[in-house]
């Protein structure tokens, strides 16, 4: 149980490009999501978390018009990263949790690599 | 100070040694104690999950939180070359705020 997937894994685009990932919970209703950054060899870096039916609380130094976010519903968020170019290259992942079970866990998608030219 | 420390490794051992990782973390309002596994490009994945102080073990695999220490760990038995990856500690309190250690890469050599 508790599956998350992430799509696309890959995607290479041209600078400039907007990209949209998805985050889906498949066997569980998500209240919250949250959206990491992770670099090479370094540790997860939380970007932003959102909760269904909410704005997303973006973390200090993420620019909230360059990386949006849509928690429109239970099983769905989406990261949207505009405009992007090189330096947003990067491995991205999503996690969700029911906030309302109090005991569960953060439960990770498999992520999203980003390669921008 | 970090709200969760982990020694960042790398840790090598030799197919079938004992792995002992390790974590402190600084917030005595923590309860809830979490050890996740990732492969190279991929997502972590939960390998152990407790809130509250002693061991629970799954298989191989045994943790071990000691609240008067604030100090967490995994161990790994019988440890196989497919071990090999970064191993994550995690902690949270009761709301949404999670806190990750910078991961321990281990490598099992055949």
């Known amino acids: 149980g508790a599956v998350v997937s992430q799509h696309p894994s890959w995607v290479i685009c041209k600078s400039g490009t907007s990209v949209k990932i998805e985050c889906r919970s498949l066997?569980?209703?998500?209240?919250?999501m949250f959206w990491y950054r992770q670099f090479p060899k370094q540790s997860l870096m939380l970007m932003a978390t959102?909760?269904?039916?909410?704005?997303?609380?973006?973390e200090q130094g993420v620019e909230k018009d360059k990386f949006l976010i849509n928690h429109a519903s239970l099983t769905l968020s989406t990261l949207t990263v505009t405009s992007a170019h090189p330096e947003d290259s990067s491995f991205y992942i999503c996690s969700a949790r029911d906030f309302r079970n109090s005991n569960q866990p953060q439960h990770f998608g498999d992520g999203t690599r980003l390669s921008i030219l | 100070q970090k709200e969760v420390e982990q020694d960042p490794g790398p840790l090598s051992v030799p197919e079938g040694a004992i792995v002992s990782l390790n974590c402190t973390y600084s917030n005595s309002a923590f309860q809830y104690f979490m050890w996740y596994r990732q492969y190279s490009r991929k997502g972590p994945e939960l390998l152990m999950y407790t809130y509250s102080s002693g061991n629970k073990e799954d298989g191989r695999f045994t943790a071990q939180v000691d609240k008067s220490s604030k100090y967490i760990s995994l161990f790994i038995r019988d440890s196989q070359p497919s071990d090999s990856a970064t191993y994550l500690c995690a902690s949270a309190n009761t709301g949404n705020q999670f806190y990750f250690g910078t991961g321990t890469s281990l490598t099992v050599i055949p």
């Open positions: 066997d569980f209703q998500a209240t919250t």
């Open positions: 959102s909760n269904e039916g909410s704005k997303a609380t973006y």
